[in-house]
């Protein structure tokens, strides 16, 4: 069927799409019954994650087959996990889980770098029909602490260290401070202790990941709910404090399979490698959900797309694990490109059976998708999606034969997603015209069900501006042949080479300073990163300056924000541009630190303000 006939079927009859899908899953009961609005999908189907991403392949006679490839340039290591092997392994910690009294709904928060532990942790979790919520690993101790807090974990899942480059990053001391931060602090402590750094245990909290493994015990996966929740997984929002989005299981490992087929064309026995971060939506769906529901072997590679040890890395994993969908962000292609522009790498490995590159995380700009494209010379895909939805809502479809691309476009809606572009009014805008980027409801399979210890937040945030519609946050246009161009987002959030974090949290950070009296963070465009962010800030009348602030503060959001923020710029300004309300104008101060022309409200006079902050960027960069 083309993309245009799977389209219509879908709109013709959205449930029974769906229940057909669901048949691709294996489930302990079939769903009979499609969406139930206050339930979710699937409520009548029993399920277990676990189950169809191991035991029905191993039962089904795929145990030898390879599950996990980790590749680790940091530490020198590669290994291949069988199927059989990680649900050994899956279950003895599941085991070892559930005499800490894990359970059904019990929390489990994984902090672990991207190791195959990590994976085995998730699983395990799911395997009990307990709910997991990873923490990517370059988030310093108070936003490991934020997450404790709002999810409350019975266990806490973490490894000694994480290798980065140029440096190992020992987690317990990041895990302690979290934990004394925390009001809701776990009761256990499993620790996974990598070769490369051991840390001493605390008798009465920590326990040993491998001699759980050791003990070898095994325990049956839970047939759960459809509608109860997998993971938490927290993602930015404007404030500072991170959105636990919830994942339900049964509609989400269909929509995952239905996409591995029909958008990646990926097919079981395969190996699918998104380069990603298990801590990110991405890995959630990609590295670890989505390719072994397929029963396909997935990539795990605990390294850079440049410097570990060159440019060619991407190309080396695509020949040694005979990758046939690689899937990774823009900025990671901009990296190499800036490295080995002639991609001179390329030539030294046999890439043959890559079949197509996907590229998500942020606007993929055409000059990079063209060179990567001529570069590899395999179709390159843009396709859209956040962590709210779960999996790519807008995209090119290769499973069903269409590779059709608009350069600069994010794709076709996909089957399950009735998107629209909005005025201010909620009115339809014309093709071609910008607006906002919204989605009718109910949402797909697969999308999010709810906000985690919140209710009633997902519908003020997501569906009360335009009632009826989901709002992605993006805003973009659709041209005459429904093919959607996201420029960006319309509210504070910012993507830091494909890692989406907020202004908010930074700007609590910089704010606590003694000689601050106001600040604001913006995502300033960067060559490499898409965005990095910026601070400007209003210092005290009476504060005693410095010229080591800006250090002090740069010091402060990496240590309390964590590296991976990027944050390495501050401006000061004597005043920063507000609505009469007092909000401050964040998007001004971007358009000005970006050169970009900008409307400012009439009724507003900012005008000694946006002199201000034009002044403070001047006088930076002179
Ligand atoms: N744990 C601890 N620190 C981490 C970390 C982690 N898991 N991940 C990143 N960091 C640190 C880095 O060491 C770096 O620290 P430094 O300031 O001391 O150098 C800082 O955070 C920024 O890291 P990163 O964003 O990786 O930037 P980089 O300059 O080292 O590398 C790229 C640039 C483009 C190569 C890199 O950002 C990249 O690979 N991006 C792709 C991102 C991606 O796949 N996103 C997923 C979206 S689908
Ligand atoms: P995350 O929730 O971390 O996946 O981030 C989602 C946000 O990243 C989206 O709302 C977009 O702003 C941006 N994004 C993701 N993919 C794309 C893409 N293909 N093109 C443009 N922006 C993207």
Redesign the pocket.
Known sequence: MSYTDVFETWSADPEGFWLRAAQDVSWFTPPRQGYEAGKGWFPDGKVNACHAALDTHVEAGFGDQVAIYYDSPVTGTKRAITYAELLRDTSAFAAGLKDLGVGQSSRVLIYM??IPEALVAMLATARLGGVHSVV????AARELAKRIDDFSPDVLVTASC?I????K?PYLPLVDEAIAMSAHPPARVIIKQRPEQSVGFKPERDLDFDEIVARGGTVPCTPCPATDPLYVLYTSGTTGTPKGVVRDIGSYLTALKWSMVNIYDSKPGETYW????I?????HSYIVYGPLVNRCATVLYEG????TPDAGAMWRVIEEYNVTIA???P??I??IKREDPSASHVGKYNINRLRYLFL???RADPDTVEWVSDALKVPVIDHWWQTELGWPALSAFPGLGDTHVHIGAAGRSVPGYAFDILDEDGHSVPRGESGAIVIRMPLPPGAMTGLWNSPGRFEEQYLSHFPGYYLTGDAGFMDDDGFIFVMGRTDDVMN????RLSTGAIEEVIAAHPAVAECAVVGAADA??GQVPVAFVVLKADATVTEALEQELIASV?QEV?????F?RVYRSTSLPKTRSGKILRKTIRSLVDDKPFDMPATIDNADAIDAVREAIGSSSS
Do not use: C
Request: proline share 6%; charged share 20%; hydrophobic share 45%.
């Open positions: 770098p991207m990517f690993g370059g988030f994480g980065e480059p140029n440096r990053i998104a380069a990603s971060d801590g990110w939506v991405v890995g850079k797309p440049v410097g899937f990774t962000a900025t990671a901009r990296a998500a995380g942020e830091v080479a494909g890692h490499l990163k990496r964590g590296a991976v923020a990027s390495k």
